[in-house]
Structures are given as structure tokens and as C-alpha cells.
């Protein structure tokens, strides 16, 4: 790896400065929370933007979600979708899984972060639906490589730590659908400080309407390609059932 500048730094330094460098980064972004329900696997992203999407379909049943600097994790993104496709055309479209999708976004953001100057400033998830509950899987994936198998429910991105805690205490595997909206929509509120811009303040905590989310399901009885977009009157009238069940 070349260095920018002269002089020396230890490895051990040089690592932790980068990886301070990507969390920074990361960190100054929106979180996105991705939880189970009943019917497979929810992503609810902080995002006002209608054309800068956090969460994407990749393959039949797999998606991927991100946050940290846009630019980055459309390339990953955009890789995603052709590594799956070219290897659905070549096999099966069976033989794509979301655990194939993780590891190589895992070499590919390692070789990086070990030999670029500057990490990349992302952190993603890769989720496949499976035909059980208890086989969808989820998968983290942080900007030096490290993947992680989560289950339940996993949040990424800006105040991570407050949101995780909320989905913690507050997530139920099973719960249908508006329930798991409201958990994640909570958990996104109790992660941001009450006043910042976009939403209004209720009992300490921010409370996000419909043109603050991004919101889809990979849902396991949809035939063929499960992913889909949860937005307008449907996404509307699950936010106003969460608050009548509130």
C-alpha cells in the first residue's frame, strides 16, 4: 500500500485510524432498521429522499440496504445485482443465496480497507427471505469486511447503539406486520435527538410520518420476486394503524 506522505506509522495505527475515519462517517447519516415479522423481513430507512434509495431489491428473494456515503454503496449495490444475475443465468436462479451475496461484499470491502488509503464509509445489510421463519437470514456487514449473522432484527447507521436497544426491548418475533412497522418507526424516533429536522417531538422522542420513511418487505408469500415497496395509501394506513394500536 503506498503511502501518502512520509514518515512512519505502526499497522496497528494505521487501522485505527482508518476504521475511526469510516465510523465517523457513517455515523453522521440516518439508521435504518431491518426487523422480522410473520411474513418474512421489514426494512424501515429514515430517508426523505424518493430517488435516493437505502434499500433495494437484488435477486428473487434478497435485499440490501446501507447507509453511509451514497456513492459507495451503489457501486456495491450495482455489483450485487450483477454478481446474481450472472450467476442465476449461469446455474440456477436457486443457486443464488444471500449468504454467497454477504461474503463477497465481505472480500470485497476487506481488500479496501487493507489496501486503499481511504475505507470505504459504509455499512450494509444483506437479508434473503426463506420459506420459514426460521430460515430467513440477515446478514451485517460492517466497512472493513466484517460480516455478522444477525437475528430478529439488526439497526445500522447513525445513533445504531439507541436504536438497537429500543428493538430490543420492544420487538417480538411473529408480530404481524403493523406491529413491526411501529417497533421500527419507534426505534428510529428514539435514535435521533428530539428537535432535529424532519419530524415532529412526542414524549421525548421523534415521531417520523410516511414522507420521512423508506419502507419495503421481502415478503415469503409473494410469488417469485418477494421484495416489494411499502409506500402512499398502504404505507399511510399501516403508520395510522400502528398509532391506533398505540
Known sequence: MTMPFGGYASPEQWVRDKSEYARKGIARGRSVVIVTYSDGILFVAENPSVTLHKISEVYDRIAFAAVGKYNEFENLRTAGIRLTD?????YDRRDVTGRALANAYAQTLGTIFTESIKPYEVEIVVAEVGSTPESDQIYRLT???????????????????QVNASLREHHTAGEPLAQALRVAVR?????????????????????????????????????RRQ?????????EGLLAETAASA
Open 86 to 90: 450472472m450467476k442465476g443465468y449461469t
Open 143 to 161: 466497512y472493513d469486511g466484517s460480516i455478522a449473522d444477525e437475528r430478529g432484527f439488526v439497526a445500522i447507521g447513525g445513533q445504531s447503539e
Open 187 to 223: 426505534a428510529l424516533g428514539a435514535g435521533t435527538q428530539p428537535g432535529a429536522p424532519g419530524a415532529a417531538a412526542q414524549n421525548g422522542e421523534r415521531v417520523l410520518s410516511a414522507g420521512n420513511l423508506e419502507v419495503a418487505v421481502l415478503d415469503r408469500n409473494r410469488p
Open 227 to 235: 421484495f416489494k415497496r411499502v409506500t402512499g395509501p398502504q404505507l
